[in-house]
């Protein structure tokens, strides 16, 4: 590895502060660090104090701006918006005081590579004259339909005169297609004004990156890409466990988890068959009812499979009363995993997944098949394309009520695991982890894309 010291062209890299945020961030930071770029990772001071002592050893530098939250975190503040607010007044002022004491340091910052989620760390990128990158954690075909609604090009509340709903390189959507903010009309505002507002200042960004790869949304990145002013780059997959960059095969999981890691389910995968364990979770956000939970637990036992189910502490007190006891050794519940270490497992053999962009494309790059069941936001759209564009999964009908039933829930699990559309799914998700692979490995089109935001970086170093 080339030493920090010797890197040329700092890049200041500031991610949303989320899990689903921080992740794909993170190790794209470590994938500019492989290209001989020096990162510096700019955490909220919250989280800094959350991460791992080993990653502070890592090729990378860290550094931190605040929310206004330090003591008490994201979460305590329980407003959106208030907390919106804080942190962009906060966050511009360190984020300011950070860019000034590099100013006189051997490294000063080049460049900032901002989540879009953040337009606001544009505007001060501006006014030091640093070069601004927007990164897209979502995918394109979400981030599209967010433009589309910003741009006003398609007008809301959507009425059934208006269906199917067509926008260029997607494919025709039904309502429920739509990120929830858009179907479910006035739900959530202040997420869906922080979606749309990814693009209030966009064209004045340098360049776009989406975490996502060409082959998988081509056409909509193609769309996409001609009403951008600057260069839309495609460089995902971002996740770790793909081996694919020599730098980086010690990678097995994300680094920064903010949640309590239980590294026991590796060992318990090593004595299942392989694609005899179905491994279900909802992320980092999505809080499903009792009811609910009740019907999940019903489907997943119902099924007789093995199972791996991922439930963060504030669920846990919704499992059904006697399940673990029922289950046995037939299942491993447990609070937060490595998860692409677990996707990576032979013994996987579907993802019962929210379909959370990084969820998702981590089961598409690592060749496994889904039931989706999604839950707000980008996860719908998500879903649509998993079932009816990649051919990898199947989504599950929602009930009037707003449940799946447990029925419901092994029915699909079912297709999945057995028979033949569960092997044609398995199938094309074997295929598009090739193409994955293909994207970032050396000359793919994901690290050309790489290469040319390195070069253009240098370039624009003084
Ligand atoms: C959120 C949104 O919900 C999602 O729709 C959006 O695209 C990104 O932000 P989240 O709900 O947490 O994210 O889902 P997801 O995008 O799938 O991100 C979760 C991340 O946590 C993944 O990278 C996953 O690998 C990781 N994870 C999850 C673990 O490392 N361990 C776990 O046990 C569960």
């Known amino acids: 590895m080339e030493k920090k010291a010797n890197k040329r062209g700092h890049v200041l890299v500031i991610p949303y502060s989320t899990q689903g945020h921080i992740n794909p961030m993170l190790q794209f930071s470590k994938r500019l660090s492989s290209k001989g770029l020096k990162a510096t990772f700019a955490t909220t001071v919250f989280i800094s104090e959350t991460m791992k002592p080993e990653l502070l050893n890592s090729e990378i530098d860290f550094d931190t701006i605040s929310d206004g939250c330090d003591k008490e975190g994201f979460f305590a503040l329980g407003d959106i918006d208030d907390y919106l607010v804080r942190l962009q007044a906060v966050g511009s002022k360190t984020l300011t005081e950070l860019i000034i004491k590099h100013k006189n340091s051997p490294h000063p910052i080049d460049c900032i590579l901002y989540d879009a989620f953040l337009p606001w760390v544009l505007d001060v990128a501006q006014q030091f004259g640093i070069v601004g990158i927007a990164f897209f954690t979502q995918a394109c075909a979400v981030d599209y339909i967010y433009y589309y609604v910003h741009n006003g090009l398609l007008s809301l509340p959507i009425s059934s005169s208006m269906m199917p709903i067509v926008i260029p390189g997607l494919p025709l959507l039904d309502l429920r297609d739509m990120p929830s903010f858009i179907y479910v009309v006035g739900s959530y505002p202040s997420h869906f004004k922080l979606?749309?507002?990814?693009?209030?200042?966009?064209?004045?960004?340098?360049?776009?990156?989406?975490?996502?790869?060409?082959?998988?949304?081509?056409?909509?990145?193609?769309?996409?890409?001609?009403?951008?002013?600057?260069?839309?780059?495609?460089?995902?997959?971002?996740?770790?466990?793909?081996?694919?960059?020599?730098?980086?095969?010690?990678?097995?999981?994300?680094?920064?988890?903010?949640?309590?890691?239980?590294?026991?389910?590796?060992?318990?995968?090593?004595?299942?068959?392989?694609?005899?364990?179905?491994?279900?979770?909802?992320?980092?956000?999505?809080?499903?009812?009792?009811?609910?939970?009740?019907?999940?637990?019903?489907?997943?036992?119902?099924?007789?499979?093995?199972?791996?189910?991922?439930?963060?502490?504030?669920?846990?007190?919704?499992?059904?009363?006697?399940?673990?006891?029922?289950?046995?050794?037939?299942?491993?519940?447990?609070?937060?995993?490595?998860?692409?270490?677990?996707?990576?497992?032979?013994?996987?053999?579907?993802?019962?997944?929210?379909?959370?962009?990084?969820?998702?494309?981590?089961?598409?790059?690592?060749?496994?098949?889904?039931?989706?069941?999604?839950?707000?936001?980008?996860?719908?759209?998500?879903?649509?394309?998993?079932?009816?564009?990649?051919?990898?999964?199947?989504?599950?009908?929602?009930?009037?009520?707003?449940?799946?039933?447990?029925?419901?829930?092994?029915?699909?699990?079912?297709?999945?695991?057995?028979?033949?559309?569960?092997?044609?799914?398995?199938?094309?998700?074997?295929?598009?982890?090739?193409?994955?692979?293909?994207a970032v490995c050396e000359g793919g089109s994901s690290d050309k894309n790489i290469d040319e935001l390195v070069s253009k970086i240098l370039a624009r170093c003084k």
């Open 195 to 438: 979606v749309l507002n990814q693009f209030s200042n966009i064209d004045k960004a340098d360049f776009i990156l989406v975490n996502t790869f060409y082959k998988l949304e081509q056409e909509v990145v193609d769309s996409m890409s001609k009403v951008m002013t600057q260069p839309l780059l495609t460089i995902g997959p971002t996740i770790p466990s793909m081996c694919v960059d020599k730098r980086l095969e010690n990678d097995k999981d994300y680094d920064l988890n903010l949640f309590k890691l239980d590294s026991t389910s590796t060992c318990w995968l090593t004595t299942k068959p392989p694609c005899s364990v179905v491994y279900v979770s909802f992320g980092s956000l999505a809080n499903l009812t009792s009811n609910q939970m009740k019907e999940l637990a019903r489907g997943l036992k119902q099924t007789g499979f093995h199972l791996l189910w991922v439930v963060r502490s504030s669920e846990l007190p919704k499992v059904p009363h006697g399940f673990i006891e029922e289950m046995g050794d037939k299942a491993l519940i447990v609070t937060w995993i490595p998860q692409t270490e677990v996707l990576a497992n032979e013994a996987i053999g579907c993802f019962f997944t929210h379909c959370g962009w990084n969820s998702t494309i981590e089961a598409l790059c690592l060749g496994v098949p889904m039931v989706a069941m999604p839950q707000w936001a980008d996860q719908t759209t998500d879903a649509k394309l998993v079932e009816d564009v990649w051919k990898v999964g199947v989504r599950v009908n929602v009930r009037e009520d707003g449940i799946v039933s447990g029925d419901e829930i092994e029915r699909c699990i079912r297709q999945v695991m057995e028979g033949e559309q569960g092997i044609e799914m398995k199938r094309n998700a074997m295929k598009w982890k090739e193409l994955a692979v293909e």
